[in-house]
T-cell receptor
């Protein structure tokens, strides 16, 4: 049981390049999230997916697209990277069912946009 | 819009000391309040989750309280150890899907 995995761990992009950040979970969770963490700030939600095929914008969705093609995987795409998107990106998932449940986080992807 | 603030931003204490980390939120309409630990270069690990109907949760040397009416939560760490050194983040669960709104964190250093 690997939990939440993210690839790549680190990436350097030039302004205008595109890339996809991958996230996968093997815990049979329905809900998945993408956050970004910037220095001196808390994590901010980019996108949320309640289940396969459904996505919902979070607080800071501009410049990003997401894809939830199956239950395990939730990818985040930067179509035209900008220096303002330099950040650490975390993927998380949450167990299904009623009641309050915590989120399980991946190790993060560190992205530098030059 | 929910906003979460954590005080202090950084804290350095000698080993063995009891300490309190503070978290405040602007909107009492939260589903839950969660505390996470983040080690340098790592992801987040959940420590405690307090449901909106609860007042506190305990796990080992950690105790978290929630006062929705005043918009405050505290994390109490007893008998601190150098291994407790990390960044502690609080987050309020809001809206459908339990989306989390995070504070900026408190960087804790426990000196041996």
């Amino acid at each position: 049981n690997a939990g939440v995995t993210q690839t790549p761990k680190f990436q350097v992009l030039k302004t205008g390049q595109s890339m996809t950040l991958q996230c996968a979970q093997d815990m049979n969770h329905n809900s998945m999230y993408w956050y970004r963490q910037d220095p001196g700030m808390g994590l901010r939600l980019i996108y949320y997916s309640a289940s396969e095929g459904t996505t919902d914008k979070g607080e800071v969705p501009n410049g990003y697209n997401v894809s939830r093609l199956n239950k395990r995987e939730f990818s985040l795409r930067l179509e035209s990277a900008a220096p303002s998107q330099t950040s650490v990106y975390f993927c998380a998932s949450r167990p299904p069912g009623l009641g309050d449940k915590t989120q399980y986080f991946g190790p993060g992807t560190r992205l530098l946009v030059l | 819009k929910q906003e979460v603030t954590q005080i202090p931003a950084a804290l350095s204490v000698p080993e063995g000391e009891n300490l309190v980390l503070n978290c405040s939120f602007t909107d009492s309409a939260i589903y839950n309040l969660q505390w996470f630990r983040q080690d340098p270069g790592k992801g987040l690990t959940s420590l405690l989750l307090i449901q909106s109907s609860q007042r506190e949760q305990t796990s080992g040397r950690l105790n978290a309280s929630l006062d929705k009416s005043s918009g405050r939560s505290t994390l109490y760490i007893a008998a601190s150890q150098p291994g407790d050194s990390a960044t502690y983040l609080c987050a309020g669960g809001v809206e459908y899907g339990n989306k989390l709104v995070f504070g900026a964190g408190t960087i804790l250093r426990v000196k041996s």
